[in-house]
């Protein structure tokens, strides 16, 4: 697997650089993508009022309507290429509830599965800006994705309502290339899995199973916490190619996710914070009534620092805090049994292990 994170990308170390790469661009304007067929739409979500008296090429048609429990094909394109950028915005309250998978080259299982607002780290239904280098969230709810997704026969997008609502307004843009791709590059996979509770003295597993040769990217955390007082204490590990002990061992939550000393600056609060590689960009604080526990939303992307396994892949981690005694004196730590809802991103060779049932009765945000 290439070295190389954005071969097929855009690179501003070459941008004047001249390619055979064809660019397409898939929406609600043009459902398959297809070269001179943009803005051609009659009918759609804006044709009966909006744009009524404008008529073709007029915003006929900007986004799409779901009924509860449908499922949507948003693209479906024959390679080879790869997906370079991807917008999408619909009402929070969905975010949930709309299950979005890729199926690379024919596959019959997802490589990619998980609420959209999980893929672009708002896990917690609540609107946030996030300003890294594979995610960006914009005011208000614009989601962006830039992940490289490179696919050599095919690529199928669909996205699932599992709401028992209609879907009013999702609006979205898939923007690829056709171009050819190298022998060495891996496919996209990402995959969700919640904890909630986390059973007392185990760990939160965010991959296990996974099968080839590849390389990990990133991880995000929608965090739930439980208990008073700090709880980042807990170690992500990382066991590669059969190890039994894991080969690389973090030092804390908040360690990982690019902090230190519990996120706390200035004295007293919560740091929010965004960058290109690391962020904690949501901090939910109790309101006093039904929303009674403390919420955060982390990124860490392996962007220059990916995770490479040869054959297999788990990835651990531990929810802890810190058992005081009376007098403030005495320390330990203490296991929490917090809701941890992880999404992981990685790159691997094809095929894949199947994923595990998607636990739906996990996807409630509470």
Known sequence: MSDKFSGLGVDLTNLARLSDARSRSISPENFSGAKGEGGKATEGTGAPYAAAELGQGWKISPSINMEAGSTFELANIEGPGCIQHMWLTVAPVFWRSLIIRFYWDDEDTPSIELPIGDLFCSGWCVRCNVASLPVAVNPAGGFNSYWEMPFRKRARVTIENLSPDKVNGLYYQINYVLTDVPEDYGYLHAQWRRSNPLPYKQVHTLLNGVRGKGQYVGTYIAWGVHNNNWWGEGEIKFYLD?????????????????????????????????????????????????????????????????????????????????????????????????????????????????????????????
């Not at 296991?335 to 996990?362: C, R, V």
Request: with cysteine; glycine share 10%.
């Open 242 to 366: 059969g190890d039994a002990w894991p080969t690389i061992c973090g030092t804390g939550t908040e360690d990982y996710f690019g902090g230190a000393w519990n996120f706390e600056h200035p004295r007293g609060e919560y740091g929010v914070f965004s960058a290109p590689f690391s962020g904690m960009p949501q901090v939910i604080k109790p309101d006093g009534l039904y929303q009674s526990q403390q919420r955060f939303g982390m990124y860490r992307w392996h962007i220059k620092d990916p995770i490479r396994f040869e054959t297999d892949l788990r990835v651990t981690i531990q929810a802890l805090g810190w058992r005081v005694s009376p007098g403030g004196s005495a320390r330990s730590y203490l296991p929490l049994k917090d809701d941890i809802a992880s999404t992981s991103f990685w790159y691997q060779s094809e095929p894949h292990a199947p994923f595990p049932a998607l636990a739906t009765h996990d996807l409630e945000v509470i």
